[in-house]
C-alpha cells in the first residue's frame, strides 16, 4: 500500500526494487511522453536482461535506446521498430528478441492489463504472420486471434501534472500510452512536470486515479524531438 502522499524525492527511491530480468512496461509515443529521467536512472543503475514493452525503442541517442546501446535489454515488444539503428543491428544479430506487435493490440494489451483481463480476441493480425501459433476463433463469420494481455513488475510513466496523491493529468499526444501503461504496472512510477497540492486539480481534468499509482517524482525535462519539420518561410513561398 502506497499510502495517500506518492511523492518520493530521488530517483533511487522512484525505482527502489527495480532488479536484472524484470518487466517494464513504458509509456510514450516517440519520444513523446517519455519518462525520461526514469529511463536515464536504470542506465546508471545498470541493470539488464530486461523486457520491455513499450510503443517505440526511442532513437539511438534517446529515450528507451539509451538501454539497447548498453544492451540492457533483452526483449522489446513493441509496435515501431524504426529511428534506432541499434535496434536493427541487435534484432538482426538475434542479441535482442523482438516481438512486433500492431499498435492497436499493443494499447489493448495495456488496458486489459490492468483491467485484469487475461486475453482478447481481436480481428487484427489475423492472415499474417502475427497470428502464427495463436488461437483462431469465429465470431459472426469473422476470423479473430486470441492476444494475451500485459502486465509489468514495474509501469514507468510520464505525466503533465498530478496532485500529491497520484491523480495525474496528460498533455496531448503524451497522453496515447501513459495512461494504459499506468495501470498495468504491479508498481507504477510516474515522473511529471508539476505536483500541486491535492484539490488543486479540477476532476473534471484528471485522466487517470491515484489508485494506479505508487511513487510520484518531478522532473526537468529535455523534450527531445526525433524529427523537426516547419514550413517553409513566407519569403521563400514567395519564391522571393
Known sequence: MAGFNKVVNSYQEALAGLED?????????????????????????????????????????????????????????????????????????????????????????????????????TATGYGTPVAEGKEVREFNGKQYILEESVTGDFALVKAYKADTYGNLVFRKTARNFNPLAATAGKITVVEVEEIVEPGELDPDEIHLSGIYVDRLIKGDFEKIIEQRTVRASQTNEQGA
Open 21 to 121: 530480468n524484470m518487466t517494464l512496461i513504458v509509456g510514450g509515443f516517440g519520444l513523446c511522453g517519455n519518462p525520461e529521467n526514469l529511463i536515464k536512472e536504470i542506465k546508471r543503475m545498470g541493470t539488464t536482461g530486461l523486457t520491455v514493452v513499450s510503443n517505440n525503442c526511442g532513437t539511438t541517442e534517446h529515450g528507451l535506446g539509451i538501454l539497447l546501446f548498453d544492451k540492457q535489454i533483452k526483449k522489446m515488444v513493441a509496435s515501431y521498430v524504426g529511428e534506432n539503428d541499434n535496434f536493427e543491428q541487435q534484432m538482426m544479430s538475434g542479441e535482442l528478441e523482438v516481438e512486433l506487435t500492431p499498435q492497436g493490440t499493443l494499447a489493448e494489451k495495456m488496458r486489459a492489463g490492468g483491467a485484469g483481463i487475461p486475453a482478447f480476441y
